[in-house]
């Protein structure tokens, strides 16, 4: 078994198969193959994706063992499969057309003393923020131009202000110092990556044997996926490769790109509920009482409307395993606000060190922050399970873009990278025929001795599908 020297593969593995609590002995069971130089930048990117992938595949492995009642099967971790995956939405192809990943208006922008990011990929965030500038409804070029004038009068964080009051989203970009010292900067700090704790003394409900090939060690598991974006479908996407029945409940009046669904649909079903309505709550309510796993994706607090708080599915539905993902954390004054990977690299100071030496604003290789953070929350949910067959009661996982922002600042060891290089995705990549076209898609880097390789089905039409679990 080849393991990773000098490229953080094993470091990032192990601060992270701590957090989730498993046993350290386990991480024994990874290799890795040489590392090619994938997702190159300043900061240990490549260490973050190598690290997320490694310890989802090993829950997943973990959970076959229980199963099976044979030992944690092999895991290995594939640079490739891991760059490759990392940038799904670039790579996907819909009969040959790339989508647009993102609007006019959701870009970097100079202020009076620095610089912002606004994000307005959605229609009725774009509305909002023109509607906080004061600014009407204009086509995208003179959007731009009317925006980049307002921006350049005013500082960077009356910006953030005022957009957010409106109910857009902006954030002013700050250096790791500048977020260190601020509110929010410390009340992530003194949170550790992600927590897995324990929410009632429901009954263990073991899962059943597992058998066949390949190995589904989430096989007879249902997932109510109330996620959005990339973060929240890239773990559900993955519980749906490892054999889960995975159902996508969004509200109607949120729109949603079926691109974006056509990335991270796959393995999954979609279907579309009004809570506000009386007979959606009463069909939610029926498939809330049959889930195993609840993942939800919205601001802290947003879905305790509708008798969502894991303390109140603890207590309709005990045993059950809730994993919530927010972009701030459950905590400090942004604990309310929206965000979005690009705006979390901008607050938390990762644009500032993967910028330019005059001062301009840089980027990650990949929505790094989305897509590791959606192994981890997918590696949290498998080990939940593992756990809740072992000794029974239900789990909450809690985990946050800016949690995971934090670690690879500050946290994930630094070690030298491998040269960066171009490589070919293609081994990487598959075509499947959908209900919306030809998809070319990346393959999923989770891998284990006997697991899947591909997802059952590709993606189909969002919001397409019955509100109903698949018979058991």
């Keep these: 078994m080849t393991h990773a020297t000098g490229n953080g593969g094993a470091d990032g593995t192990a601060q992270a198969w701590a957090a989730l609590g498993g046993d350290p002995a386990l991480t024994g069971r990874i290799s890795y193959g040489e590392p090619i130089g994938v997702l190159p930048a300043r900061l240990p990117v490549a260490a973050l994706a190598r690290a997320t992938v490694a310890v989802c595949s090993l829950a997943a492995a973990e959970l076959a063992a229980q199963r099976t009642g044979s030992p944690v099967p092999g895991v290995r971790v594939d640079d490739g499969a891991v760059g490759t995956a990392f940038l799904s ?3 996907l192809l819909v009969d040959g057309r790339a989508p647009v990943s993102f609007a006019p208006l959701s870009r970097f922008w100079r ?198 708080a894991p303390e109140a599915i603890a207590a309709r539905r005990p045993g059950a395993v809730v994993a919530q993902l927010s972009a701030w954390g459950q905590y400090g004054p942004w604990v309310h606000r929206r965000g979005f990977d690009s705006l979390v690299q901008v607050a938390t100071g990762i644009a500032a060190v993967e910028g330019t030496s005059d001062g301009r604003l ?7 922050l989305d897509h590791g953070t959606g192994y981890l929350l997918a590696a949290a949910v498998l080990r939940a399970l593992t756990e809740r067959g072992r000794d029974g009661g239900g789990r909450v996982a809690r985990l946050a873009l800016a949690q995971t922002a934090k670690w690879l600042v500050h946290d994930l060891p630094r070690q030298p990278a491998a040269p960066a290089g171009p490589y070919d995705p293609a081994p990487w990549l598959a075509e499947a025929d959908s209900p919306v076209g030809r998809l070319r898609h990346a393959l999923p880097p989770v891998a284990f001795t006997s697991g899947p390789t591909n997802w059952a089905r590709p993606a189909g039409r969002w919001g397409a599908d019955s509100p109903k679990w698949l018979p058991a």
């Design 362 to 368: 840089g980027a990650l290789p990949a929505q790094a």
């Design 89 to 91: 939405e670039r790579h």
């Design 111 to 308: 202020t009076r003393d620095g610089w912002v990011r606004t994000h307005a990929n959605y229609p009725h965030h774009r509305t909002r923020l023109l509607a906080a500038l004061g600014l009407p409804e204009l086509d995208d070029e003179r959007a731009v131009a009317a925006v980049g004038a307002e921006f350049a009068g005013r500082r960077a964080e009356d910006i953030e202000t005022v957009v957010y009051e409106a109910g857009g989203l902006a954030v002013a970009a700050r250096t790791p110092g500048e977020w260190a010292a601020h509110e929010q900067g410390r009340a992530v700090a003194a949170h550790p990556l992600l927590t897995l704790a324990r929410t009632d003394d429901g009954p263990g409900r073991p899962l059943g044997p597992l058998s066949g090939s390949p190995l589904l060690p989430a096989a007879g598991v249902r997932v109510l996926d109330l996620t959005r974006v990339i973060a929240g479908p890239v773990a559900t996407r993955t519980l749906a490769l490892l054999g889960a029945d995975v159902l996508r409940i969004d509200a109607p009046q949120l729109p949603e790109s079926q691109d974006a669904h056509s990335d991270t649909g796959s393995g999954k079903r979609s279907a579309v509920l009004d809570l506000r309505a009386r007979a959606d709550r009463a069909t939610f309510e029926e498939l809330l009482a049959q889930a195993d796993v609840v993942v939800t994706g919205y601001r802290p607090g947003a879905l305790d409307p509708f008798g969502l």
